[in-house]
């Protein structure tokens, strides 16, 4: 097996130990993306969602992408309606996660936002 680049050891990692921690999410580290599954323990995708985009202007503008076993049409149209920027549908490759990340991290409206940071 061929040596994995960090980063992707790093998402197998968070994917396979993930649970919901808004304090972590909205405290003063800042993330420059969410991603959260929909059926996590405790909380879960949506609570988590919510929680964040009310927390500040900050959580309002952060991308966010659900991920989730569920990939029907009709989780996708929640998953965005709740606030998430992306739905990826398990099982979903690295390549493809960070294909999305890049994405969200690139669009139009994120740089322009970043200029005026």
């Known amino acids: ?15 396979r130990g993930a649970t ?16 959260a599954d929909l059926a996590m323990p405790v909380e879960d995708g949506f609570l988590l969602i919510r929680c964040v985009r009310s927390d500040s202007a900050f959580g309002r503008q952060l991308p966010a992408i659900a991920l989730s076993a569920f990939a029907d049409a009709r989780s996708e149209e929640s998953a965005r309606a709740a606030g998430f920027s992306a739905f990826l549908a398990k099982p979903a490759s690295p390549e493809a ?15 322009r936002r970043n200029r005026r940071e």
């Open 97 to 111: 996660l960070l294909g999305l990340i890049g994405r969200l991290l690139n669009a139009p409206e994120r740089r």
């Open 20 to 35: 919901a921690n808004t304090k972590c999410v909205t405290s003063s580290r800042s993330p420059d993306v969410l991603i």
């Open 1 to 15: 097996m061929p040596a994995e680049r960090p980063v992707l050891t790093a998402i197998r990692a968070a994917l």
